[in-house]
């Protein structure tokens, strides 16, 4: 039992180090991205950081994540409320094209391009 315990907290303890490890995959650049399609949402992308501004059933979310761009294009926001998992940020798939990023819906499949705009303030 005791080794059990040993266990189940060493995998904790690691989970919570991998997590917090600001990640070194960052290649999107910073900048603001509008879509033209909902002209009042953006994503801010910081050097390590990216901040959505989106609207989600009729309220807006202001919210701030780490990130990371796994191997096939898809966003990693994190650390993420499991609210925010289930009805905010985390509820929409998240992907970098190389040019774009992309918001797609699982539900409904509508996909939303949000381009860095040129001429934006990039410090913001």
């Given at each position: 039992m005791?080794?059990?315990n040993?266990?189940v ?13 600001v990640?070194?995959?960052?290649p999107?650049?910073?900048?603001t ?12 992308v ?6 959505f501004?989106?609207?989600v059933n ?26 925010e ?21 699982p539900k ?9 705009k040129?001429?934006?303030d990039?410090?913001r």
């Amino acid at each position: 039992m005791k080794l059990l315990n040993v266990a189940v907290f060493s995998v904790i303890l690691l989970s919570m180090v991998s997590m917090s490890r600001v990640p070194d995959n960052h290649p999107i650049p910073v900048g603001t991205y509008f879509t033209d399609r909902y002209p009042d949402e953006e994503v801010l992308v910081l050097q390590s950081e990216i901040k959505f501004r989106i609207r989600v059933n009729k309220n807006f979310l202001d919210r701030q994540y780490n990130y990371t761009v796994l191997p096939d294009g898809r966003i990693q926001p994190f650390p993420m409320a499991s609210s925010e998992a289930l009805v905010g940020v985390g509820s929409y798939d998240w992907y970098w094209d190389g040019k774009a990023i992309i918001r797609q819906n699982p539900k409904t499949g509508e996909i939303v391009k949000f381009r860095l705009k040129e001429g934006a303030d990039r410090e913001r």
